[in-house]
């Protein structure tokens, strides 16, 4: 594919469509049929749920993008000149508009030339890439559709590496998963090498879920277009109407966890997993954690998974962080 610049764009699959069916299959029965019925948030990305999901990032209420932002635009020359990377690895681009910051800084920089961004959701990306490629000509970008928990180790390298991972995406992740998610971006890492990470901060809890259920409704519709993409893909009758948006801050986790709560009985068909699924009045159906961070957590579990924090940078109202770590040095 090439758009209007010189560069080439690719964008190649990591997982074949079908096996990521049969892994949606697999995870929807599992959590569909659990005691505490659960979804995992990865399946909230169709097209439109990205969509929804930079809406979400245009809202006052939701602080985290432009704290983000705010660090990204004070530090990203610094951070390029000292790592100086042959290529950009990011998980969980989506609309690539952040990272935008660190390409021009790479640029300013003369560091790489190559971007490798790798989304679940491959019209996210696709456009996303047709955009830099348009505005950055001379920019190599190869997007990759995959599931950055089994495939990043299948990324072929091309000199120093800075991977990044942004919007506090890691909070998806209980610490468990999360611990071997870190693990994973360490084995792809080598000496030299950075990983860049975007975290929220724990701060008052009014703050934290306004940002979760926004007055317009716009983090209900993304939390709800997830029984969407299960009625459309795997031939499903949910009546989405039947349930609504539940936010909350679980103080034990340190996370915002978010559910979908049936408003009266309900009984679904599944055709793909050949299933009907009961929903008693006041269920919930688990879809999302987005857990909060201190310094000392992260560098707790950077140096679990073999990795140590070299620095920390906040925005100014000490709402997120963007971490950087690499590997550890053997003693
Ligand atoms: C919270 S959004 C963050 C988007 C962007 N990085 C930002 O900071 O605004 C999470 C992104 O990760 C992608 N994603 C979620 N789970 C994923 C997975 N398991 N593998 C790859 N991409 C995933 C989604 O499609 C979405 O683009």
Avoid at 136 to 164: A, S
Avoid at 222 to 244: C, M, Q, S, T, Y
Wanted: hydrophobic residues 40%; charged residues 25%; glycine residues 6%.
């Amino acid at each position: 594919m090439r758009a209007g610049g010189d560069a080439p764009v690719t964008v190649a699959h990591l997982t074949a469509p079908t096996d990521h069916r049969a892994q949606m299959i697999e995870d929807v029965r599992h959590g569909l049929t659990a005691y505490r019925k659960h979804l995992a948030s990865k399946y909230f990305y169709d097209a439109r749920g990205s969509e929804l999901f930079d809406e979400i990032t245009r809202l006052p209420e939701y602080y985290l993008t432009s704290a983000e932002t705010e660090i990204l635009a004070e530090r990203a020359d610094s951070i390029m000149a000292e790592v100086q990377p042959d290529e950009l690895i990011e998980l969980g681009s989506g609309s690539s508009d952040k990272t935008r910051m660190l390409i021009e800084s790479m640029q300013r920089n003369s560091s790489g030339r190559r971007y490798v961004p790798l989304d679940i959701s491959e019209e996210a990306l696709r456009s996303a890439a047709l955009r830099l490629c348009d505005d950055y000509t001379w920019l190599e970008v190869e997007g990759l559709v995959g599931d950055y928990v089994p495939d990043l180790g299948k990324i072929r390298r091309r000199g120093r590496r800075l991977i990044v991972f942004l919007g506090s995406t890691i909070g998806n992740y209980v610490p468990t998963l999360r611990h071997s998610l870190l693990r994973s971006v360490a084995a792809a890492l080598e000496p030299g090498d950075a990983f860049l990470l975007g975290l929220d901060l724990v701060k008052d809890e009014e703050t934290m879920i306004a940002a979760y259920d926004d007055s317009p409704g716009v983090s209900a519709e993304f939390n709800k277009n997830i029984l969407h993409v299960i009625n459309r893909e795997l031939g499903g009758d949910i009546p989405v109407d039947a349930f609504e948006h539940v936010t909350r801050f679980d103080r034990e986790l340190s996370c915002m966890s978010q559910s979908l709560r049936a408003s009266r009985d309900v009984v679904a068909n599944i055709r793909a997993l050949d299933l009907a699924v009961t929903f008693v009045a006041g269920e919930e159906i688990h879809t999302e954690v987005s857990c909060k961070f201190s310094r000392i957590q992260v560098e707790r579990e950077f140096d679990a998974a073999g990795m140590r924090l070299t620095h920390w940078y906040t925005d100014n109202g000490d709402r997120f962080a963007v971490a950087i770590g690499s590997l550890q040095t053997p003693p």
